[in-house]
């Protein structure tokens, strides 16, 4: 605990210099020294207009989706007691995606851009009360958390059945869009979309670090967690509404980006062990540094045109965890 | 929350009366009408064979159970319509066993038994540290605090999950077989333990296969068989061939302690082998 705010302000600063990256490389050849002279209010008006309108919300976005996906993953990772756990477990990103390939199958996305992240929402929202709604009927009187995994999992895979149909009706450039929504994609970034989702993530994130210490208890198992004073019940539900609150908001604005829920968590457990104190703000920390430089990454490879920003969190971030997992745990 | 923590001085009676419960799709009940009080100052052991209800009756006492019948009070409160918060300030309970996917290390663990104390967002203080520091020395394990859960003995692991009960601080403690992985050393340690905690005043139950230390150790004990309260009341009179032979259906002896010692003449159970009936 005495190391807590030391590794935090660690992160803060890794994040900011991320940050810094981000914004100071693009496709344009604006350099970190036109950043600095924009900045200042010096610098031509095209300058300043590409890094304040597009750069920086874009990084603005890929922080927030990042941290929201870091600090959901963890969360899912202690109400479920398993490590495998990451922020898509309980559908909530099928039910996002069913809505947004709705949106874009139908050709609602062409004449109304905004409703693509709304339909996202809506959809993880229903999936969100639809598998907790099967959970509860389940095991009626408690919330059963093995019998929501497997609620999760199973909406989960029929959403995809879903999406597959729409797909399938799809025409070729809706076919095409709806893909690349699917693999993450923060190019539609702008301040509006990025207000919004920080307005959304700050209930849930507030939410879910107050339990850290339930957390704590809780991965001891439920009768334990009981014994310590933990209210299990009002726990468990609040972590899953807050957890599913932060992937849905997340997922609307940037799609089902991959991968970063599952290793950022592990990373710092690995790291700094599993006091859910340091993990919950760390891992949102993390994730947030993670994702700013992945997208940094897809937007520099092939530019001028864009990797989608998942396929980058899988391809860089699958490595580094294995390179992680080899050099042994926490000592 | 440090207001509303209960005096040091609180010592409260726990009570059980006519409990009853049955567990989902068993035919018979686990427990059966039991009464039974812990009460301070005092340490009554459950005894009794295996799927006897003994756990089922401390989780009953410890509220993680709500009875079917019969009711629970703590100095003649419903324990149901305490907070959770509250009630683990009053009751510390260590259950049989524990895992966990996520390692932690012994101080971590030992720490989590201030829960209770602490706001959401209050960080733990001076009194906390001393607190676990203390539960951590009386337990034996301060000495690999800083070292994982995982890389400990099992008798190891089940210290550092009695010290974090003591770092409860409650008055009422509840164990559920705690010398279970134990050595003879710690088997003594940890009764010599209980038995400090008698004498500051906590009341204490303990559920224990172990009939020659509850003998040698309790004030009381409680002898259980399929759910029922065979016999109660001192070593001596709960304990006799006459009583235990039928409940655990073996031949066996009871003779008194050798000494030396305080506890010497204290009821000891000796089973006999199946061929020397």
Redesign the interface.
Known sequence: MTHTPRRLALLALIVVAALAFSVSFGASGIGPGDLWRALSGSGDATTRSILLQLRLPRAALAALVGGALGLSGCTFQALLRNPLAEPYVLGVSGGAAVGAVAVVVTGIGVALPWMLPLGAFLGAMAAMALVLEVARRAAPGRMDTRVLILSGVIIGAFFNAVILLLLSMADVESFRSAIFWMMGNLSGADWASTGLLALLLVPGAVAVLSLARAFNLLSRGEEVAFYLGASVQRVKLTAYLAASLMVAAAVAAGGVIGFVGLIVPHAVRLAWGNDHRLLLPASFLAGTAFLLLADTIARLVVAPAELPTGVVTAVAGVPFFVALLLRGGRR | MRDTAPSRDWRPVLRGRDLTFTHRRAEEAAVRGVSLSVSPGTLLAVVGPNGAGKTTLMRLL???LPPQEGGVTLDDRPLAGL???E???A???V?QS????????VR??V???R??H?G??E??GTRDRAVVDDAMARCAVAGFADRQLGELSGGERQRARIA?ALA?EAPVLLLDEPTAGLDLRYRMELFHLLRQLRAAGLGVLVITHDLNLAARFADRLLLLDRGRALARGAPDEVLSRESLEPVYEWPLRVVPHPGPGSDTGAPQTVPLRRDDR
């Open positions: 410890s509220g993680s907070a959770d918060r009630r683990a300030l009751i510390a309970v259950p524990e895992s966990s996917p996520f390692p932690v290390t971590e663990m720490g989590m038994g829960y209770a602490l959401a967002w960080r733990s974090r409860q």
